[in-house]
Each structure stands twice: as structure tokens, then as C-alpha cells.
């Protein structure tokens, strides 16, 4: 089929607003609601779930919220929806979601994709060695979760037995409007460049108003966002897309916004490796098409792997944490010297009943001097990590129980008592043939015929580096500016690891963003943050740069005890680092920005 479809995007991660769908909704000619919900943090919590109450294990308010409020209106408008709220229960989240079609009188078909679980499964892969840190797979009776990343092709399966609403596992986020365009325009397994340029168009849309607004460096432009407008990808047959959004929305839709969130929590831009494609982002140009209108096109494509990233998760000892405020004079070593005591007394503890030092700690303290003067306000979070939850529990007494003894200045916001320790989750990741990964769909309990297209598995080809052109500043005169001046930044995370998106707002700055931000500057600029080495890629098509660095989040996720454990403000602080600009060219660069 031709012409063109409409996408929405209405969901970025379990607990999110349920606002979306029904802006969403007054979209004229939409064709398909495209929900993402899940991270490697939030299948191990499902999986705890469903260790509970075996008709748990899904996202529960796609059916209690998203969907049950608005069935009415998807039957009506005929919209398709597709959605990997199944969790680590996919049927279970297609039971219920039937009962609430059933009692609404409504006849929507849903059908489920399953055996990206991997959790029974695991004594098959005990050789399996973690892909980052070669590290052997934990013991099976700590797994919480196993769970492959698969792609769109069973969801095109479950479109075309008749399916209105298609419920998976862990699939692939953006394989979810992947579908989408194979179904709708008939793309095949081997159209590369577009299965690339369906894929970016489902990256865009996977984290909703992240595209429209959200998170943007110039937040203030997005306006009133208590009425910002979820993504919507208007894709045509050749691969091409516009990013818009509901009319009478609040947000903005802009190149820059727009290539914030393309650069968002990826590698190698001109390697990013799918279940169904091998994406290249390099040359991808983003261009204004009117108001709150950007057209997104050049993606291209290399055939996949044939390899499937499993992301398992384990339970891995006990850790808690807590926050006071300290202010008045030198409030940043009062709090440190409390945080101390309570370590201190904690630790002596332990000791003298023969158990085991924490494994790990972390004392953490922001803020500083409002004004000019020596008054301070400060805020202290303290952490620890062990295998026994009673000692990380005994760290939460003392903290809390020391505060008669403490420096002047404590305080803190009461009521809501004393955190206890929660189980650590921590992220182990592996890959596999695909062809160990048999996938199954089934259209209202009925099995769909379903013949995998299992690519042999094949080595990435090495991708040559690119660099914007040398700078040479010999005979020029040079100004210091702050990055974001230059630029727009956004940072996320994938694991251990922190990637920081960079956009010149200018593109004759970017060859000296480049030069300045080296790794040896970032090593500087985050010091102990990063452990492992920066990786740069510098994408021509938008004048940008991804910037990836590894071991950089202290574990990442719920494994980390640092306050930011997935690179959320890393963005932030890269921008206020100071770059070296030629004087003049700020003047003169008007021609060409973003």
C-alpha cells in the first residue's frame, strides 16, 4: 500500500501520564497507537511481580487507563494498536484486556508474540559471558529476568491475520512502529535503508514528548508542557517522515528537538545494531516544514546480525539510602562529617558481630552558597550496599538515629519515615543466534501460521571514522564560550554506560565543539564519574556528535547507588564547559543554524 500513515506515540515507560492517548486521538487519519513501557529495570520488577501473582507480570495500567478509557474511540477511528506492555506475562495482559473489550461490548482482536523469555530457559546458556564486562552469567536460582529483544517481524505476522491490537514481550521499542510501516507499506525483510528509516522513525516516538519538548536544552521554548503534545511520525512509502504533533498542544517540534532525542541513549550512530537492521544515522538531515513540522529523511541500513541481545537481570545483595539538608556556614563539611558518624557507628557494629564491611558506600552532597556570602544550603544523600539487608537497615538506623549528635543544620522534609532496603537488580546482557529464539503468535488464543526470517549470524563490517573538518586557529583570535551557547545537549544511559547527544546550533561551531570536547577534556570534566574509556562519533548530516562513555554510572540503574545512575543530568553539566570559538565566527554564522 501507498500513501501515507500516521503514527502515534503515547507512551516512553511504565508509570507515565495517561494524557496521551486521547490528544492522540483528535490526530485526523491516525492509524496506529505505538506504546513503549519497558526498561531492564522494570522487566525485573514485573518478574517479581509475576513471582507473586502469576496474573501479574505486565504493564497493568496500559489495560487499566490507556486502553480501557479510550477503547470506544480506537474502535470508532479503526486505529491499530501495538504495545510491549506484555511484560515478562504477555497473555496474561491480553486476558485482561479482553475482559475489558468484552465488557464494553466492543469486538477488537487482540493477539500476542511471546518467547522472548528466556527465564526457564537459562540453564542453556551458562557459558553465556557478559557482553561489556565478560563476567560469567549469576547462578540461576538469582536470575529474576531473561528476556531476548525481538523485532517487528511477528507483529507484521499478527497485522496481517486480522489483529487490532498486538500485545508483546520485550520487543525492540522501536520495532513497535517498525511494524507499523512493514505492514502498512509492505516493506520486506531486505529493504535495508528502509527498515532504517522506519526504525528512526520509532526511536523519535518511543519516549513520547522527549521528541516534542521534553528534556530539551531550550526547555523554556516548549511553552505550558502541562499540555505538551506526544509525537506523531506521518511516514510515506520511501521511508521519509514528518514529526508532528496533536493540534492545540503546547511543545515544540523543532530540528534540534527533534535530533536530541535521534541521538538519545545509542552507540555509534552509523552502527546501531537492531534485531531487524543495522542502522546508519550519519547523514540523516532533519529540516523545519512548517509550524511544529520536521522532516526526517537519509536513514540508511545494513543487513542485522543475526544476533539477539538477551538482557537478563539478578538480585545482587541490599542497598538503601537517604537524604537530609544541612545549611549556615560551611554546610558541605557538616554534612560530609554526618554522614561519616553514621558510617562510622554502623560499621562498628558490624564488626564487633563478625559481619562483613559494606560492599559498597556513597556520600553524595549538591548545592551551595545562594548568594555571595558564607551561608550554605546542602543537600546529603547517603547510601550503602550489602549482601544482608539487615546491615544496609543498621546503616538507615544510624543515619537517622544520629541526628541529635550532629552538626548544627540538619533538617528535612517528615512524614514519610524511615526508606527501607530494597533488593539490588543487577543488568546482565548476552547475545544469541536468533534462531534459538523461536517466536510465537497468536490471534485471540488461536496460533498464527508465523516462519521466522532468522538471518545467518555475521560479524559487524568495521565502519571507517569520520571527523568534521581540522580547525586551525593560527592568526585567529579565539573567545571562550560556555557549550551551550553552541549547543543543544542530551544525555541517557544503557547500562554502565553514559551517552551524551551534542547538536551544533550553528554548524560552522561544530568542527570546534569537536576539537574541544576530547575525551581527555570529558575525562577532565567528570573526573571519577567515568571509569572506562569516551568514545566520539560525529554525524555530518546534522552537524551533531554522539559521545559514549563506558563504566560511567557506578552499575547503572537500581545497581548503582549514585543519585543520577542513569546519566539523566550528565547533559547538563557537559554544558557548562567552556569551548574555544573563533571571536568572529559567532557573529557571523547566522546562515545555517538549526
Not at 501 to 522: E, K, N
Not at 543 to 563: I, K, P, T
Request: a negative charge; proline letters at 6%.
Amino acid at each position: 500500500m501507498g500513501g501515507t500513515i500516521r503514527i502515534g506515540g503515547a507512551s516512553g515507560f511504565w508509570g507515565e501520564t495517561a494524557l496521551s492517548v486521547p490528544q492522540l486521538l483528535t490526530v485526523e487519519g491516525l492509524d496506529f497507537l505505538v506504546f513503549d513501557y519497558l526498561a531492564e529495570i522494570t522487566m525485573s520488577i514485573l518478574a517479581r511481580a509475576r513471582m507473586k501473582d502469576a496474573s501479574l507480570g505486565y504493564a497493568t495500567d496500559f489495560v487499566s487507563e490507556a486502553m480501557a478509557r479510550n477503547l470506544p474511540d480506537i474502535a470508532a477511528k479503526g486505529v491499530k494498536v501495538l504495545s510491549n506492555a506484555g511484560g515478562v506475562n504477555p497473555a496474561a495482559c491480553a486476558a485482561a484486556l479482553r475482559e475489558k473489550i468484552a465488557a464494553q461490548g466492543l469486538s477488537l482482536r487482540v493477539a500476542v508474540v511471546e518467547g522472548d523469555d528466556l527465564l526457564l530457559r537459562a540453564g542453556e546458556f551458562g557459558d553465556a559471558t557478559e557482553m561489556f564486562t565478560g563476567d560469567p552469567l549469576p547462578p540461576q536460582d538469582k536470575l529474576a529476568s531473561m528476556n531476548a529483544y525481538i523485532g517487528a517481524a511477528p507483529i507484521v505476522a499478527a497485522l496481517q491475520a486480522g489483529a487490532d491490537i498486538v500485545i508483546t514481550g520485550r520487543c525492540v521499542d522501536s520495532a513497535l512502529t517498525l511494524a507499523a510501516a512493514m505492514y502498512h507499506f509492505g516493506w520486506k525483510t531486505e529493504d535495508h535503508d528502509l527498515l532504517s528509516a522506519g526504525s528512526l522513525a520509532g526511536h523519535l516516538l518511543e519516549c513520547g514528548p522527549q521528541s516534542t519538548g521534553g528534556n530539551f536544552t531550550d526547555w523554556e521554548e516548549a511553552g505550558d508542557i502541562a499540555n505538551i503534545g506526544y509525537p506523531v511520525a506521518e511516514m510515506a512509502a520511501d521511508g521519509t517522515f514528518i514529526l508532528t504533533k496533536p493540534p492545540g498542544t503546547t511543545g515544540i517540534v523543532s530540528p534540534p528537538a527533534a535530533i536530541e532525542q535521534m541521538l538519545y541513549e545509542i552507540g555509534d550512530p552509523r552502527a546501531y545494531i537492531l534485531p531487524d537492521v543495522v542502522c546508519d544515522f550519519a547523514d540523516v538531515t532533519v529540516a523545519q516544514d512548517g509550524p511544529d513540522r520536521v522532516r526526517v529523511a537519509g536513514a540508511k541500513g545494513r543487513p542485522p546480525t543475526g544476533l539477539l541481545k538477551v538482557s537478563a537481570t539478578s538480585m545482587n545483595g541490599y542497598r538503601a539510602g537517604y537524604v537530609f539538608h544541612f545549611n549556615g556556614t560551611d554546610a558541605r563539611t557538616k554534612a560530609t562529617s554526618y554522614a561519616q558518624v553514621a558510617l562510622d557507628r554502623a560499621r562498628a557494629t558490624l564488626t564487633r558481630t563478625g559481619v562483613a564491611d559494606y560492599s559498597e558506600t556513597c556520600v553524595e552532597t549538591f548545592g551551595g552558597r545562594p548568594g555571595d556570602g558564607p551561608y550554605e544550603e546542602i543537600t546529603l544523600k547517603a547510601a550503602v550496599r550489602h549482601d544482608d539487608a539487615r546491615a544496609v537497615g543498621l546503616f538507615l538506623k544510624e543515619f537517622i538515629g544520629a541526628a541529635l549528635a550532629t552538626p548544627p543544620g540538619l533538617h528535612g522534609f517528615t512524614g514519610a519515615g524511615r526508606p527501607k532496603p530494597s533488593p539490588v537488580v543487577a543488568l546482565f546482557s548476552f547475545l544469541v543466534s536468533a534462531s534459538v529464539v523461536p517466536l510465537t503468535v497468536t490471534l485471540e488464543e488461536t496460533p498464527v501460521a508465523y516462519t521466522p526470517c532468522t538471518p545467518s549470524v555475521r560479524d559487524l563490517s568495521q565502519v571507517d571514522a569520520i571527523t568534521p573538518p581540522p580547525t586551525d586557529a593560527q592568526g585567529i583570535e579565539l573567545t571562550t564560550r560556555r557549550l551551550e551557547e553552541l549547543a543543544f545537549a542530551r544525555s541517557g544511559d544503557k547500562g554502565d554506560k553514559a551517552n551524551i547527544g551534542v547538536i551544533a546550533r550553528h554548524a560552522a561551531y561544530m568542527p570546534w565543539i569537536w576539537a574541544s570536547l576530547t575525551p581527555q577534556a570529558l575525562a577532565d570534566a567528570f573526573g571519577d564519574l567515568v571509569q572506562g574509556p569516551v568514545d566520539r562519533f560525529y554525524l555530518p548530516g546534522t552537524q551533531s556528535m554522539n559521545l559514549l562513555m563506558h563504566a560511567a554510572l557506578g552499575g547503572g540503574g537500581v545497581a548503582s547507588l549514585r543519585n543520577d545512575a542513569q546519566a539523566k543530568a550528565y547533559a547538563q553539566r557537559l554544558l557548562a564547559q567552556p569551548v574555544q570559538i573563533p571571536a568572529g565566527l559567532i557573529v557571523n554564522s547566522e546562515e545555517g543554524g538549526l
